[in-house]
């Protein structure tokens, strides 16, 4: 390991911890993903998820039911 990679790794050390992760996102390019794993781990937001997906496909149901069907 370089003297660069050395002393940058001790800055990274020394920063919040709490923002590493989404420091690694955004160097990564993968902000999108980290924001669904982060809504999906909150249990509100995955209730709130799942209610409007409920809704989206009984909508659906509903609209095919109602034009193809009958």
């Not at 980290?34 to 509100?44: H, L, T």
Request: hydrophobic share 50%.
């Amino acid at each position: 390991m370089s003297q660069m990679d050395e002393r940058s790794e001790g800055i990274a050390k020394n920063k919040w911890e709490g923002l590493a992760e989404l420091d690694k996102a955004l160097a990564e390019n993968r902000l999108t993903e980290y924001r669904i794993k982060k809504a999906w781990a909150d249990p509100i937001n995955r209730v709130v998820t799942i209610a409007v997906c409920l809704i989206l496909a009984v909508y659906v149901g509903y609209v095919v039911l109602a034009d193809f069907i009958l």
